[in-house]
């Protein structure tokens, strides 16, 4: 995927891990810690811009020291990153960086992105968890797997939109 300067076409990425059952959340948190899965997380949003919910920024703000963050609330805390109200200023924010453009979640943001965008770069995780947040149920007949790595613990794929 090649950016070129001021390109208006940055294909919008959702990115996060889920269980089979779409599980992404307990509370606040992540029901489960795989440091491998979370290097590839990582690595994936290194340099790039994400976007995140105000509720998923307060717990993994750190976590986005190496990349651009953008957050996406309505009541709009003062923070030392952009915050906007709504995901679609939120993208337009995002194209005037030229970089690629990562939604990180959490549940109500994946929702929010979703219709946007062109790739979802999921791990699935092997094995179960309870949790009382999800993943947007989505239609597999409009995604096919472009790329799918085995892991321990965990499947990455990472999904094109074809339909
Ligand atoms: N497994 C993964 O990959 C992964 C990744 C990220 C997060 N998570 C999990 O996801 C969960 C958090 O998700 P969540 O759904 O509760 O919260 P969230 O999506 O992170 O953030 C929700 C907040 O976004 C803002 N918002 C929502 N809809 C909006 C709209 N239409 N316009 C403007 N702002 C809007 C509101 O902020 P204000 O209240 O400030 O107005 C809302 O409280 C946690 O359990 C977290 O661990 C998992």
Redesign the pocket.
């Known amino acids: 995927m090649t950016i070129q300067p001021g390109d208006q076409q940055l294909p919008v990425i959702l990115?996060?891990?889920?269980t089979k059952d779409r599980?992404?959340?307990?509370?606040?948190?992540?029901p489960w810690d795989i440091p491998e899965e979370y290097r590839t997380?990582v690595d994936n949003i290194r340099g790039q811009t994400v976007v995140?919910?105000?509720?998923?920024?307060e717990?993994?703000g750190p976590d986005l020291s190496e990349a651009k963050p953008i957050v996406?609330?309505?009541?709009?805390?003062q923070l030392d990153v952009p915050v906007?109200?709504?995901?679609e200023n939120s993208l337009d924010l995002a194209r005037t960086y030229e970089r690629k453009i990562f939604v990180?979640?959490?549940?109500?943001?994946?929702?929010?992105a979703l219709p946007h965008a062109s790739w979802m770069f999921l791990?699935e995780i092997k094995e179960d968890y309870d949790?009382?947040?999800y993943?947007p149920d989505f239609d597999r007949s409009q995604w096919e797997v472009a790329r799918e790595d085995e892991h321990n613990r965990f499947i990455y794929r990472e999904w094109r939109r074809v339909g």
């Open positions: 990115v996060g891990a889920m599980v992404i959340g307990s509370g606040d948190g992540m997380f995140m919910g105000r509720k998923s920024y717990v993994f996406v609330s309505r009541s709009r805390p906007v109200d709504s995901i990180a979640g959490g549940s109500q943001i994946y929702a929010l791990s949790g009382d947040k993943f």
